[in-house]
């Protein structure tokens, strides 16, 4: 089994930035792909940025260039470095973990671990 605990979330004025990170623990040694989601009220969970086990990084197109994936060299603790917050990037956001290599990478069903998520609003 694998454990993801995440970090970070807070509040901050648009403009702002903040940085997640996901701890994983347990099985970890299988992990290929990691990700983070996020959740908005009355919103659907939302693929927000992937890495895999090559670090080869994907994000969407709406943070991209302001949102940054990474993962250390022991592939065990997952950030995302979130620069020039917008009021739309308030959510509550997830990190997912996955042992395949064939998934569809920002589809939420592809991944078999979760952590609990972390908070973060960005006021206007």
């Known amino acids: 089994q694998v454990q993801l605990v995440e970090s970070g979330g807070g509040s901050v004025q648009a403009g702002g930035s903040l940085r997640l990170a996901c701890a994983a623990s347990g099985n970890t040694y299988n992990i290929y792909y990691m990700a983070w989601f996020r959740q908005a009220p009355g919103k659907e969970r939302e693929g927000v940025a992937c890495i895999d086990g090559d670090n080869n990084p994907s994000v969407i197109e709406p943070v991209k260039g302001r949102f940054t994936i990474s993962r250390d060299s022991a592939k065990t603790i997952l950030y995302l470095q979130m620069d020039n917050l917008k009021p739309e990037d308030t959510a509550m956001y997830y990190c997912?973990?996955?042992?395949?290599?064939?998934?569809?990478?920002?589809?939420?069903?592809?991944?078999?671990?979760w952590g609990q998520g972390t908070q973060v609003t960005v006021s206007s």
């Open positions: 997912a973990a996955d042992p395949r290599r064939e998934i569809k990478r920002l589809w939420a069903e592809s991944y078999a671990h």
